[in-house]
C-alpha cells in the first residue's frame, strides 16, 4: 500500500465558473488558472500521482502547454487513474478538505463526494469530502482563494517478501 498526499490553491475571479470536483457551483466567482481550475480534482491528481511517486500534476500537465487551456481537470484525474492502473495500482479511498468562506459547501458535498466517487470508479464510501472556511482571516477568510487538501491510499498486489531479502 502507498499513500499520497495533495494540494491546491487557486484564486477566485468574477466571471469565470465555480467547478469542485467537476460540480458546477453556483456562485459570483469562480477560480481561476490555466485549465478549468478545479483546486479539488488538481489535489486528488497530485495525491495520486504522490502515491505512486509519480511527481506532481505540474510535471505531467504544465500550465504553459496550450493543450491543457481551459481543460477538464477530471481528463488530468482520469489519466492519472489510468496511468496507475497500469502500473497494477488500484485506489483504496481519497479524503478531501475543501477551504472556501463562500458558498456554504454543506449542500454542496454530497455531490462532489459522488462524482469524485464516479470519476474514480469507487463506491461511495470509499470517497470523503470535507469542508472548512478560512474563518474570516487570510486569503481564503477574505474569499480571496480556494484550496483543497487530498490524501490517497492505492494499493496493488505483490509477492509477499520478507525486509531480510534486502540485508
Ligand atoms: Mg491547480
Given amino acids: 500500500m502507498r499513500v499520497g498526499i495533495g494540494h ?6 468574477a ?49 504553459d502547454d496550450p493543450r491543457w487551456r481551459g481543460a477538464d ?12 492502473n497500469r502500473d497494477g495500482w488500484r485506489v483504496v479511498n481519497v479524503d478531501v478538505i475543501v477551504f472556501a468562506q463562500e458558498p456554504k459547501l454543506g449542500p ?11 470519476l474514480l470508479g469507487l463506491p461511495p464510501d470509499a470517497v470523503n469530502v470535507k469542508a472548512k472556511t478560512g474563518e474570516r482571516v487570510g486569503h481564503i477568510g477574505r474569499g480571496e482563494a480556494m484550496a483543497c487538501q487530498a490524501v490517497a ?15
Avoid at 482520469?78 to 496511468?83: C, H, I, S, V
Fill in 108 to 118: 454542496v458535498k454530497a455531490a462532489v463526494r459522488a462524482n469524485l466517487a464516479r
Fill in 8 to 13: 491546491d490553491t487557486h484564486r477566485l475571479e
Fill in 153 to 167: 491510499l492505492i494499493e496493488r498486489d505483490r509477492p509477499t517478501i520478507r525486509n531480510e531479502e534486502y540485508f
Fill in 15 to 63: 466571471g469565470r465558473p465555480l467547478l469542485l470536483g467537476g460540480v458546477r457551483v453556483e456562485h459570483p466567482r469562480g477560480l481561476a488558472g490555466h485549465s478549468d481550475a478545479d483546486v479539488v480534482l488538481h489535489a486528488v491528481t497530485d495525491a495520486l500521482l504522490g502515491a505512486a511517486g509519480l511527481g506532481d500534476i505540474g510535471d505531467a500537465y504544465p500550465d
Fill in 73 to 84: 481537470s477530471a481528463l488530468f484525474l482520469k489519466e492519472t487513474l489510468a496511468r496507475l
